[in-house]
Nanobody, 115 residues
């Protein structure tokens, strides 16, 4: 089982990034997917959730209206489009696949928002 995040980097405030998470080794379409983030000295927090078919999404209040989660089950990939980035969005971003029995995690990708 692998979840491999990509697309992180450094961006100025107000900028945008698109994170991707490529899944392998499990039946991707049977798993809900989420993006979490963890800033230095803080607990890991849920950023966005998408159901197995993509019909249901949910977001942390801090990112609503700025971030969009989506998935392509044909490509076994989940995305996080991040717009209007703020310095407080700086964190390591992780994708997670979950069903009733199992959670899978990626290794994370660093996002730094700084001028």
């Amino acid at each position: 089982v692998q979840l491999v995040e990509s697309g992180g980097g450094m961006v100025q405030p107000g900028g945008a990034l698109r994170l991707s998470c490529a899944a392998s080794g499990f039946t991707f379409s049977r798993y809900a997917m989420s993006w979490y983030r963890q800033a230095p000295g803080k607990e890991r927090e849920l950023v966005a959730f998408i159901s197995r078919t993509g019909g249901i999404t949910d977001y942390a209040d801090s990112v609503k209206g700025r971030f969009t989660i989506s998935r392509d089950n044909a490509k076994n990939t989940v995305y996080l489009q991040m717009n209007s980035l703020k310095p407080e969005d700086t964190a390591v971003y992780y994708c997670q696949g979950s069903d009733i029995m199992t959670n899978y995690w990626g290794q994370g990708t660093q996002v730094t928002v700084s001028s």
